[in-house]
């Protein structure tokens, strides 16, 4: 009997403990970054260097297989959001962001204001433009951003600017009139404010940096440290340097408000790489709009000192729409009364390595673009504008290789998966493309049928040349992933550089 007092004792105490001091939320999200346009990545070009975004990778897990749930910026926003598919309720692609997700779907910021949480959202927004999705009243106590489309000016900051254009700036409902500073600056003043104003509570701060988005703009004396022999590769480099800065100083105001080790970080992008902004996604195959991995695997950390082990990878497939319930889970926080069923899981097992799986299968799919994937295990179902392929994706990172004439059955699985989860979304959200759902479904199942094989590389790559991580047997998948201090990972990346190159070199001759 005295040992299950003490055994209750425990439990509740421990309850006590974590509604007592619940951790801080931090999501940071960029704006159209190339997966290799990390220099923690062995295969980021030379010029690409993020070296405060790479000690919050050194400070926790980097997700090698994390992925945003849209292949443009509005559809991942509302995943976030709502740690739900986003197609459950109409949003398929990026569109004027409409009018917004319907007001029945719950917030994040809704799910933590009860626990005592004080909510910041900082920068794009993209969820609605009308006043009925504003921040402040989606249950975010504060706002400092820009409610228009995805693509805003960097300098301009006009009262009157166009929704269609970003808008103007906002601070809560008020229209600033005489905003003026670099964008991806402005955005991180504000956000290291909030976290020094709120530091005896806790807190969750939303960061939605429109770096790198297009426009290329970015300060001159920036611009001139770099000479890639594309001004607009140039440009991005330094708007991804002042992105890295504006890393470094939210973690450094956590550090200096003495809640960095009891705050959890994400850090990822809303979708692939831009090709308008000549962004990198090596060794993925595609760019943003596209299904392909390129369009939808983005860089994606974990951060939580104490708590997930630092310098540690993770291959097991994560995505933006679990970041919700992991919140939510590590907060000791049910979701809210009413609260429609989250497609999201809380990820720790296996940020911690306790498990390979974590997702049965994850799907996408873009409405009337003509795009759709599933992915179960290391399979993935494409579909891509006629475009059929199976691809396993741990041997095949790049997606060179279609294995749908090779495994027909596995191919016919994935399409049974995809097409019943498909009948199970909603029809698109007014502002959004429309979308035939039956036509459409109809298309797939004849196309997942009929359509031509994708055109096979020129030159197919070795085994081993592509990817980093390793193989659920344990050997290396790829390239391995780099430790040591910062100097013996520049060392190592150098190398390993070398050698792909060598190596590619050797297969072209």
Known sequence: MRKICIGLFCV??????VAKTPPNIVVILSDD??????SYSPFSPKEVSTPNIDKLAASGV????????????????AGVMTGRY???????TAGQGGTGMPLDETWMPMHLKPAGYTSGAFGKWHLGITMDYHPNNRGF?????????????????????????GGPIFRNQEILQNEEGYMTSLITKEAVDFIKREKDNPFFAYVA???????????????????TGSETRDILMAMLHHLDLGVGEIVQALKDAGVYENTIIFYLSDNGGASAVEANNAPLRGMKQHIT?????????????????ADSWCNVPVWSTDILPTSLALAGIDPLPGTKPLDGKDIMPALKGNVDQIHDA???CSGSEGKWAVRQGDWKYLFDKGETGLYNLDDDISEENNLKDAHPEKFQALEKLYNDWFEQMGEPAKGTKHYEKKASNKKAKKSAKDAAEPKPAAKPKKDGDLGYGFKKDGTPRKLPPVTGTPEEKKAKREKMRAEQNAKQQESAE
Request: hydrophobic share 35%; net charge negative.
């Open 12 to 17: 509740m105490f421990s309850g006590l403990a």
């Open 33 to 38: 970054q190339g997966y290799a346009d990390v």
């Open 62 to 77: 980097v997700c090698t297989d994390g992925y945003a749930s849209g292949y443009v910026c509005s559809p991942t926003r």
């Open 86 to 92: 986003q197609q459950r309720f109409g949003i398929y």
């Open 141 to 165: 106590d504060y706002f400092y951003g820009f409610m228009g489309r995805g693509a805003h000016d960097y300098w301009e900051h006009s009262p009157d600017a166009d929704m269609k254009f």
């Open 209 to 227: 940096y429109n770096a790198v988005h297009a426009p290329p703009q970015a300060p001159e004396e920036d611009i001139k440290r770099y000479d």
């Open 293 to 309: 991995e390129g369009g939808i695997r983005v860089p994606f950390i974990v951060s939580w000192p104490g708590k997930l082990k």
């Open 362 to 364: 994850l799907y996408w």
